[in-house]
């Protein structure tokens, strides 16, 4: 077990990017399931993005004995109820959809609303460290009690859904999302535009300062 490695618990090649951008000033040295040869798919069955966050971060740190961090996040449209919100990766009637078919979906679930489409991304994440990880030492002088083994951390980017495709970076719904006061949708953001604005960033800018605490203990 190498305790100075996090692995970012996702198979979803956009944000493992985006994780990594987001987490490179850490200094922590970061690795992907695909990295360490570790194939895992965990079922999102959770009826929150904490409850899934969690269940993903909890399943990869045990099957690879890593501090690993994982998220889960969706977009709510207000005219929509909610939706998609949890099912938003999977939010299409075509069996295997792409981006650019959950997009189409939206939108013509949307075209009989009255605009402003309002709507915000919503993401957690989760950290979870492997029990085995603590040595005797550690738990008799309290550094489990410092660094809880699973924490959650939430963000938030409110805006709303506009009608035609703008900006070619990002993935998922980015295009489509208007951001609230900007004028830009999210793929019209540059990598550090993005790393200041979105909803996984601002819950990764919570994270860092437990991250940093977790691997100075360790």
């Known amino acids: 077990m190498n305790m100075n490695k996090l692995l970012i618990a996702t198979n979803n090649k956009g944000k493992v990017k985006e994780l990594q951008d987001l987490l490179k000033a850490t200094g922590v040295e970061l690795v992907t399931p695909a990295q360490i040869n570790l194939q895992l798919d965990v079922i999102e069955d959770g009826k929150t993005y904490a409850e899934n966050a969690t269940k993903k971060a909890i399943a990869f740190a045990k099957a690879s004995r890593l501090v690993s961090l994982a998220d889960d996040s969706g977009l709510e449209v207000d005219a929509l109820d909610g939706a998609p919100g949890l099912y938003s990766a999977r939010y299409s ?27 915000r991304f919503h993401a957690t994440i989760a950290i979870a460290i492997p029990e085995k990880l603590w040595s005797p030492t550690d738990l008799l002088s309290g550094v489990q009690e410092q660094v809880p083994s699973l924490q959650i951390f939430e963000g938030i980017c409110e805006g709303e859904i506009v009608p ?18 900007l004028g830009k949708t999210m793929a019209e953001l540059n990598m550090d535009e993005k790393n200041r604005l979105s909803h996984r960033a601002r819950a990764v800018m919570k994270a860092k300062a437990v991250l940093i605490q977790i691997y100075d203990l360790i």
């Open 93 to 119: 009637r075509k069996p295997n959809a792409i981006d650019a078919d959950r997009r189409a979906y939206l939108l013509q679930n949307l075209k009989d609303k009255p605009r402003p489409w309002t709507a």
């Open 164 to 181: 035609e495709e703008r900006g070619t970076g990002g993935f998922g719904y980015d295009p489509i999302f208007l951001l609230q006061g």
